[in-house]
Each structure stands twice: as structure tokens, then as C-alpha cells.
């Protein structure tokens, strides 16, 4: 049984309440507050050992608990707002709350979120953050929404998180190493981009899983199905510095925590977003600490299910790989945190 | 370095939202979403051998976990609406997720909160619910608020919680051992009554640390002290069955995980809220599963700072215990995670 049965099976009951428009599923959940605007909310939980390497810095855990959760909200389109936060420890390590707490304030402050309650217990090391935002009303993104002809949008360089974790696995230096290793660790929420494609995607969701194991959800909740173009991948020279072109390749379309937006736009909306882009000012992106990310066309959706790879016009499978760190490193697999090993 | 040290040292930042009505410190924080109405919202985490004895039913478990977050809405003046939930678990066990969604769902269903999204990952036993629901503008109740003069209320019979634990802990059977273990596993969050209670407490929060440290933040709240009489403390037959007298006391005193509420009324108010309490239809009450619990005055608020306890008019020291399990065995101590043993 995996983590997504486990939801299905043990954590979704019908909702009687009229005010959750979007429950469990997708980013986050979207809630009929006040007229005019969403509240939108998302929860993550980390643990040592399973998201993050023993050893890792405590201001990359802090500022990691709340990026991965403002990915969500970038993910919806929304602005956030509020966190809450809670903190199991073994033991009252100064040095470790000093620098969790300056990560996680770093990334807070940039984009005014404040931290409004919580929890501190003694118990193993694991981190949960619950965010909230608010999105204007009917102006939210979902997984749901994609249709057949709609054009596959991905921001940034994918796999270059998955090649940090890689890289500090396998304790690779240099400047190339020391770059994807920020990305792995010092993700960036993709919260002006999303704000941006309100009224433009047709679907988005943030790339936490791997873009195949991602876009898989992203079809499955839009009932329809994908191509990518493996050929319009973005690609990183980081990464070809450090990896051989097959690990560069799975990295890039299995490799999870990139932490950016995946989506699709009708094609009637292209020059509109083409236009959204151009008109933001670099400054007014980056005044969060947010440069807004490149955008590429990676595929095209069409009827049916499941997501198809083409190179150079041929179907085409991920070769495997031994590594079996993650699931994700399996043929067009997806992180699944029960799945069997 | 304790509990709430941790907090005010690492997570208590100046907030520079005007939407944060009432942040860190409270039993919840208040947000001002819409007009005439605030979000109230909270978060507890419960972690095996910490919060539950290994070996607690899984149902239990689920109750609890929504029941001590829904608890601090209460001593809000809150109404519930929606929950968030992180679930670290180190397998996928189903029979522990059966149980455990079933209780969890038990007493969302009767309070009509959905469960609207979360996270659910590998790792040790541990569990975080956020609630979020609605008080009217100005209806809250909080901590601060107390005034010399006010009289200091209690609901429900202090200590019934802990009976029940170090009946658990001593392994001792019966139909009065049953009762204790009941109120330690089960604890009703006292929605109605703090519903009741909005426009007529000037003060409010939940017992879950126990009577006199509970009431020692309430007292730090409101910049105010408390004599507490002794003599007034509802008495708990099931625990008079298993334990002498002064560990009847102690328990009363410094057992925590009670979740009754603590709080205050002016005198001139102490009409309305017998008027109050007395005009609720024992159905209406009861819909959620919920008996209106009685409220006994417990002592009174005074000028200074900290509390008092007093028997037969004297001042009375609460006898120290042999039990190192929890620290607020210790005299008038509070339970904090990270206190030196």
C-alpha cells in the first residue's frame, strides 16, 4: 500500500462543508473565506533521515520546511500569509535552533509571512509547516484543468536539485557541485510566477516528485494525457559537468525537489503569457529574493492518459539506473513514500 | 533551556502583518480574514512515547490528536471548521490506519470539521493537526483579560486525566480505573462551553498542563495573580477509589491533559453566565457528542503576580510526589518538553 492509497483509502471522506472548494489532492486546499478572495493551505512535514541527510545545515532544514511549502502556494497562484509551525526535537540544541530558526526566517521575512503558532515537543528530529495565502476569488490554479492542445510549460532547469543531492552523496566538489547542491537545498518558491499565470495556465503544480512522476498527477487530475518533448528539456551545464548525458537525463525528468512549476496553457493564451513574462520587472521579481525563472515549452497535452517521452520525434523510455536511493530513479517512477523498495 | 524559552528565544519575531490579531503565545493565533468574523487556528503534535504510551489503540491516538487542537479553539471562543494533518509513520500499517482515521473522524464528523489536506511521510510515529475555525469580531476569548476581582472558574473535575494515566501506568482495573482512563484517552473539547462563554469571560485557556501552571499562564497573560481554594476543586469519586489524598490533590492540582477550561468572570457577569449556562438545552449541547460539563468557581483573581493555594483559608504548598514520569508532578511545575529533568 502506498502513500496515495493510504490517502485515499484512510484520509478522504466526503466533505459536508460547502466552504472547502478544493479538499484533498492537489497542492493545497483552497477555502471559501471571504467574498472576493481564497484562503489557500498547505502542509509539509520533514524528517531527518528521509528529507533531509543527517548532517545537513539546520538553516538549510528551516528555510527548506517553509520553501517546500510556499512551492504549494506558488503552485496555486497564491499569495501567502500566515505560518504555523511545528518542531519535534530530541534535545534543546542552541546552535541547531539558532540556525533553523534564521533559515526559516530568511525565507519568511522575503516573502512577509509571519509565523502566528505552533508546537515544540521532544521527540525525533521532524519538522512540520503548515502555510496559508490567499488567492483572488476563481483566479486559483489547480492540478485539474488541463485539456487535449493545451501547451506543457515548465520553469527553471529540472534536475539539478536531484543532481545536488547526488552530487552530496557522492561528495563531489567544485563550483558545479557547490551549485546544484543550492538547489537541492535553497529551493525557490515559485510564488511571482504563480501569481503570474492566474488567469493564464489552464493546470500548475510545483515539480517535487520528479517531472514524469509529476506530470503523471497533473494528467490524471485533468483527465487527459501528455507528450514531452525530452529534446526541449532545458538542459543544465552543471549537471552535464558532473554526470554522464543518461544520468544528466533522469535527473532531469525523474529527479525530484526542483521545486518548480510544471503547467499548461491553451495555446490561445501563449502570447498572453509570453507577455505576462516580458512585462514583469526583473527587480519586482527578485524583491523576494526571486528571479523570475525561465519558462519553456516541454510538450503538448492530448486525449487519453499517461505521459509518453518522445526523442526526436520517437517514443522513448528512461533508461533505469542502480541507484536506489529514491524510487524516483525508476523508469518514469514518482516519490512514494510507502511504496514498497 | 525550556519549552517556552525555545519559543520566545527562536520563534518569536516581530510580525509586521496588521492580519495577525494574536500571534505565538495564546492557545491559538487570531487572524483577521473577513469582516465581523476572525480565523482562530492551532496546532498540536502528539509523538509516541511522549504524548501516547506505546501500545495506546490507534483510535486513541486519532481522537486525541484532533481532540487536544480542537480543545484550543475552544478556550478561543472558537467554532471549528477545518483540519490539516501530518501523519510520519514508519510503515504503512493498516490496521494502525484504520484505527486511527477512525477516531480521528469520530470527533471531526461530530464537530463537522473536514479534513482538508496535509502530508504523509515515512518516518517515527508522530502526528500534527492544525485546526482552523471561526469567532465572531471581538468575541474571542484569550489569556490576558483577566482584572483583580474576577472570579477564576474551572469546568469538569481536575485530575480525572492524569488518574487516568498513572492508572494506565500501575496497570489498574476497574470500573473507576475504566472512568480515569476514559477522561485521559477521550478528553471532550468543551466547544459549547466556550462558545457559551464569548461576551462573558474576561479571560479563557484550556488545561493541559495542569491547574496551577496553566493557571500561572494565565496569570502571566493578564499581568494579575490567582488564589486558588482548594477546598472548591471538584472532587473526583474514581479517583478518591484508587488514590490517597494527597496524590487526589496533586493530580487536581498539576495533572495535566484535563482539557476542562480555566477562566475568568467578572462578578457583575456571574449572572449571565449562570443565566447562560442554564439556558442550554442539554440536547443542544450534547449534539456533538458534547454534555455541557459543570463549571465550579475555583478561586479569584488578585493584584500581583503568580498563584496561590489556599486550604481552609491558609496558605498550602502542594506535597511534593516520588513520580519522576512528568514534571509537573513536581510542586505547582507545568509539563515543558525541554526542562531539565
Redesign the interface.
Given at each position: 500500500?502506498?502513500?496515495f492509497e493510504?490517502?485515499a483509502?484512510?484520509?478522504t471522506?466526503p466533505?459536508?462543508?460547502g466552504?472547502?472548494l478544493l479538499?484533498?489532492g492537489d497542492d493545497?486546499?483552497v477555502?471559501d473565506?471571504?467574498?472576493g478572495h481564497k484562503?489557500v493551505?498547505?502542509?509539509?512535514?520533514?524528517?531527518e533521515?528521509?528529507?533531509f541527510l543527517p548532517g545537513t545545515s539546520a538553516a538549510d532544514i528551516g528555510y527548506r520546511a517553509l520553501a517546500v511549502n510556499l512551492s504549494d502556494l506558488a503552485a496555486m497562484g497564491a499569495k501567502p500569509?500566515?505560518m504555523?509551525?511545528?518542531v519535534?526535537?530530541p534535545?534543546?540544541d542552541?546552535g541547531w535552533?539558532?540556525g533553523?530558526?534564521a533559515g526559516l526566517?530568511e525565507l519568511a521575512q522575503r516573502h512577509?509571512v509571519?509565523?502566528?503558532?505552533?508546537?515544540?515537543?521532544?521527540?525525533?528530529r521532524?519538522v512540520?509547516v503548515?502555510v496559508?495565502g490567499w488567492v483572488e476569488a476563481d483566479g486559483w490554479l489547480s492540478r485539474a484543468g488541463a485539456c487535449p492542445g493545451d501547451l506543457l510549460m515548465l520553469s527553471g532547469v529540472p534536475g539539478e536539485a536531484a543532481g545536488g543531492l547526488a552530487a552530496m552523496q557522492q561528495r563531489l566538489e567544485g563550483e558545479a557541485a557547490a551549485r546544484l547542491q543550492q538547489r537541492f537545498l535553497r529551493p525557490v518558491p515559485r510564488i511571482a510566477l504563480g501569481r503570474l499565470l492566474r488567469g493564464i495556465a489552464s493546470a500548475a503544480m510545483d515539480v517535487s516528485d520528479g517531472v514524469l512522476a509529476d506530470l503523471r498527477k497533473l494528467c490524471a487530475a485533468s483527465a487527459c494525457a501528455a507528450y514531452v518533448d525530452v529534446d526541449a528539456l532545458p538542459r543544465s551545464t552543471a549537471l552535464e559537468t558532473l554526470f554522464p548525458p543518461d544520468a544528466c537525463l533522469r535527473h532531469a525528468l525523474a529527479g525530484g525537489d526542483d521545486y518548480e512549476l510544471l503547467f499548461t496553457v491553451p495555446a490561445s493564451r501563449l502570447a498572453a503569457l509570453e507577455a505576462a513574462l516580458a512585462a514583469v520587472p526583473a527587480a519586482a521579481a527578485s524583491s523576494a529574493g526571486e528571479t523570475l525563472p525561465q519558462v519553456r515549452r516541454i510538450g503538448v497535452m492530448c486525449a487519453g492518459q499517461g505521459v509518453q517521452c518522445l526523442r526526436q520525434g520517437q517514443p522513448f523510455e528512461l533508461p533505469s539506473s542502480g541507484d536506489q536511493r529514491r524510487q524516483d530513479d525508476r523508469p518514469q517512477g514518482g516519490y512514494d513514500?510507502?511504496a514498497a523498495p
Open positions: 500500500m502506498g502513500e493510504i490517502i483509502r484512510y484520509f471522506r466533505v459536508h462543508r466552504d472547502v479538499g484533498i493545497a486546499a477555502l473565506i471571504a467574498p484562503l493551505v498547505a502542509m509539509d512535514t520533514i524528517v533521515g528521509v528529507h500569509a500566515w504555523t509551525l511545528s519535534s526535537l534535545e534543546a542552541e535552533l539558532e533553523f530558526s526566517f512577509a509571519a509565523l502566528v503558532g505552533g508546537d515544540t515537543v521532544r521527540g525525533p521532524v512540520t503548515q496559508a513514500h510507502f
